[in-house]
C-alpha cells in the first residue's frame, strides 16, 4: 500500500514536472511526446494553429533573443570564418572564428563599442573593415544583431529550433523572405568568386539549380550534405520559410 503510495506520488511528480516547462522538455520527455503527438490515437491536449500547413508553425526561441546557434554563428562561419578567411586552416591575421571560445577572444559582453569583432564591421576604411570584399559588408540588419547579441552578453546560447509555431511561410518571395537569410548564412561560401561545391547562392538562378537539395541539407537529413555546418542548424522558422518557397515553385518572386 505505502509503495503504491509513494509510486503514484511519484508519477504526479513526473507529470507536474513535465508540464512546468513545456519546450525544453519535448526533446528529452516521452510523455510530452505522447501527449502531443498528433499521429497517435490520442487526441492531441493542445489545439493545431489554424490554418493547418505543416510548415507553419512556431519558433519557441523567444523573438526579442539573439540566439548564438542558429543566428550569430552561421552568420560568422558564413561571412568570417570560411575557407581562406577565419578558419583554422587561414588563420587571416592570426584570427579564427570557427567556434564560440575563439570568437569570444573579440567580444566584451555587454559592449559592442569594446569588441573587435563588432567595431571591425562598421569600420569606415575599407581596408579595415570585416568582411573583406568580394564578401559584401554586412548590412544594418546584420551588424544590428551582432550588436544586439553582444549587449544580451554574447552568451552561447540556442532554442529548441525543433518547435516552431507563428512562423508566416506562406507566400514566400525569394527576394523578400529568402535571399535575406541565405546572405546572412550561406553566400560567405557560396557566391560568384568562390561557389563552394560549385553552388551560388547570391543569385536566383545560382539559387534555382539547387533548391530541391536546399530542405534536405539544411534539415540535415540523410543522402544530404548538412548546412551551413554538420553541427549548425538554421533557426526552424528560417529552414521552414526557404522550404516552403521551394515547394510553392522556388520563384523568381
Ligand atoms: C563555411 C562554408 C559554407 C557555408 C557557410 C555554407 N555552405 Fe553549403 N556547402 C559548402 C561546401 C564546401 C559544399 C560542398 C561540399 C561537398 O561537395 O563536399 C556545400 C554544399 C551545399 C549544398 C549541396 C548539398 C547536397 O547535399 O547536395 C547545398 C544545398 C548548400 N551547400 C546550401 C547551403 C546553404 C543554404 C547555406 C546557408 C544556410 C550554406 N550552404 C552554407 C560550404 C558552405
Not at 562561419?77 to 586552416?89: E, F, R
Not at 567556434?99 to 569600420?123: C, F, Q, W
Request: glycine share 4%; net charge positive; with cysteine.
Amino acid at each position: 500500500m505505502k509503495s503504491t503510495l509513494k509510486g503514484m506520488t511519484f508519477l504526479m511528480l513526473v507529470i507536474v514536472g513535465s508540464w512546468s516547462c513545456e519546450h525544453e522538455v519535448a526533446k528529452v520527455n516521452p510523455l510530452y511526446a505522447v501527449v502531443t503527438d498528433t499521429t497517435t490515437t490520442n487526441p492531441p491536449v493542445v489545439p493545431p494553429i489554424t490554418p493547418v500547413d505543416p510548415i507553419t508553425v512556431v519558433n519557441a526561441c523567444s523573438a526579442d533573443t539573439v540566439y548564438f546557434a542558429s543566428q550569430l554563428f552561421p552568420l560568422i562561419l558564413s561571412s568570417c570564418a570560411m575557407a581562406k578567411c577565419h578558419d583554422n586552416i587561414t588563420k587571416a591575421e592570426g584570427v579564427v572564428l570557427t567556434d564560440y571560445a575563439n570568437i569570444m577572444r573579440y567580444v566584451s559582453a555587454g559592449s559592442p563599442t569594446n569588441s573587435k569583432l563588432y567595431r571591425s564591421l562598421i569600420d569606415n576604411d575599407p581596408g579595415n573593415r570585416m568582411p573583406r570584399l568580394p564578401v559584401a559588408p554586412f548590412t544594418q540588419t546584420q551588424i544590428d544583431l551582432v550588436a544586439k547579441w553582444i549587449r544580451q552578453g554574447a552568451k552561447n546560447n540556442s532554442c529548441n529550433t525543433s518547435s516552431v509555431t507563428n512562423c508566416d511561410t506562406l507566400k514566400m518571395s525569394f527576394v523578400t523572405n529568402v535571399s535575406p537569410i541565405l546572405k546572412s548564412s550561406c553566400t560567405g561560401c557560396h557566391n560568384a568568386t568562390s561557389p563552394s561545391g560549385n553552388i551560388n547562392l547570391t543569385t536566383y538562378a545560382g539559387t534555382k539549380v539547387i533548391a530541391s537539395r536546399l530542405s534536405g541539407s539544411l534539415n540535415h537529413l540523410a543522402g544530404y550534405i548538412a548546412m551551413p555546418s554538420s553541427t549548425i542548424k538554421l533557426s526552424a522558422c528560417d529552414i521552414n520559410k526557404i522550404t516552403a518557397w521551394v515547394h510553392q515553385g522556388a520563384l523568381n518572386n
